[in-house]
């Protein structure tokens, strides 16, 4: 068993989840992976609005009290948890104290965890946790997700329980924010594409308010059809057009609006965005659906499916963990790093019976490839156990190595390694992407 927590930072709002996975070995006889079969949610935090300083950054001081409290409502400390990840999301990014409440906030959360961001990290995280990506897999149909939040859309194309595809828009909710007496407290950049002049310290009319959120809805149709938005709003590469898919699934905050389950103002656009999809709904091209767990989705993915998890049949020969691990795939050329090297992940796919001389066939491609230390190679079969030891014992490969295996590495880029987890001995490997904004 493996206690997991997820915290998620986001633009609007911030908030954890913490669960308890099963972990079970694979039954075939060729297999030494471990897959979770039971997820069971141990405690869902209240949702707090993202607190920020009067100079107008994220506080962390405020946010770090909050995950406290999470914790102690959990009735749990944070060397109670086995692994994890604390997610900043949305604009969330754009602060340049993005990479210290990350590392910070990493910290809480017992032994292993990861601090991460990324939209398309988040579109994957949101699809899976609204349960769109299990829905795809029993019912073999093509879903797109859509999870709407404070800042950003994000959306995951999702074939057969499989994501091909995802994007983002700088579309949400809280592209302006309001005081108490509806007065403009802050705009983001993206806020000022739809023609309507925005100051802070001045008031919206109804009618302002009206054409912004008509806006940001044709943005999101737009997206959602493949077609253009404008290049001020597109953050991730738009989604290839292609066949329609079996229905539309939609998460994030402002799916509460939409679903009736949130009626109250938070000084945002939330409600108007909402009534406006509302009325362009007739224009998407599947039936949309509001998930269970709307503005829960990125959180219950963070805390539930970012692990993978390798088998026991695996070569430790550094110190672990090991975080933020940039993979390379076989073959691929490897980045420079200037003077100096860091730790790489090898990413390898193998197929066939493990037998000795495709292995060692491997294992000298492997060692010729790069002299970075530590070295991590991550193959999708079940061959760790020996490839390290052919590495290591026949090519006297020298330095950090580790060997993992069952893992399947897509084009995300980085990885977090923990250590083994008694008893079973398995090795959690976190897959993330880290967007950080150049200071």
């Known amino acids: 068993m ?17 669960a308890r996975l099963r972990l079970q070995r694979l039954a075939d006889s060729l297999s030494s992976r471990y897959v979770v079969v039971e997820r069971e949610i141990l405690h869902r935090s209240p949702i ?3 607190p920020y300083t009067a100079g107008g950054v994220i506080d962390t001081a405020a946010l770090e009290a909050h995950i406290a409290s999470w914790y102690s409502s959990a009735g749990l400390a944070p060397e109670d948890v086995d692994t994890g990840a604390v997610i900043l999301t949305g604009t969330a990014l754009a602060w340049h104290n993005a990479r210290e409440l990350a590392d910070l906030f990493a910290g809480a959360g017992g032994e ?3 601090a991460t961001a990324g939209h398309a990290l988040e579109a994957t995280l949101a699809a899976h946790g609204s349960g769109s990506v299990a829905r795809s897999r029993r019912d073999h149909e093509t879903i797109l997700h859509v999870d709407i939040g404070g800042g950003t859309t994000k959306l995951a194309r999702i074939e057969d329980g499989i994501i091909v595809a995802t994007t983002a828009i700088a579309v949400g ?64 590469a738009s989604l290839a057009r292609s066949s329609a898919p ?9 799916s509460e609006y939409i679903s009736g389950r949130e009626r109250t103002e938070h000084g945002d656009l939330g409600r108007d965005l909402a009534a406006a999809l509302l009325a362009v709904r007739d224009k998407l091209p599947a039936s949309l659906e509001i998930t269970t767990d709307g503005i829960r989705a990125t959180v219950i993915g963070a805390s539930q499916f970012t692990v993978q998890v390798s088998g026991s049949t695996i070569g430790l020969g550094a110190p672990l963990p090991l975080r933020n691990v940039p993979v390379v795939r076989l073959g691929a050329e490897i980045p420079s790093t200037g003077p100096g090297s860091g730790a790489l992940a090898l990413a390898v796919t193998w197929d066939g019976e493990p037998d ?3 292995i060692r066939a491997l294992a000298e491609r492997v060692a010729a490839t790069t002299d970075r230390r530590p070295l991590v190679v991550a193959t999708d079969g079940d061959i760790a156990a020996t490839l390290g030891a052919v590495l290591r014992d026949e090519l006297h490969f020298a330095g950090d190595l580790i060997t993992l295996d069952g893992l399947d590495l897509g084009d995300l880029d980085y990885i977090d390694i923990g250590a083994p987890v008694p008893p079973s001995g398995v090795v959690p490997v976190i897959v993330k992407s880290l967007v950080f904004p150049v200071s």
Request: glycine share 12%.
């Open 246 to 254: 079996t229905r539309i699934t939609l998460s994030g905050g402002v």
């Open 173 to 236: 909710a809280r592209l302006v924010v309001f005081d108490d007496q509806g007065r403009i407290a802050r705009v983001e950049p993206s806020g000022r594409a739809f023609g309507v002049p925005l100051t802070v310290g001045a008031t919206l009319s109804r009618e302002q308010r009206e054409r912004l959120a008509i806006g940001m809805a044709g943005a999101i149709i737009a997206a959602i059809r493949g077609a253009p938005v404008p290049a001020a709003l597109q953050l991730l």
């Open 112 to 114: 292993f965890v990861c």
């Open 356 to 358: 000795h001389r495709r």
């Open 48 to 50: 707090v609005l993202t």
């Open 2 to 18: 493996l206690r997991t927590v997820g915290i998620d930072i986001g633009s609007t709002t911030s908030h954890a989840m913490f």
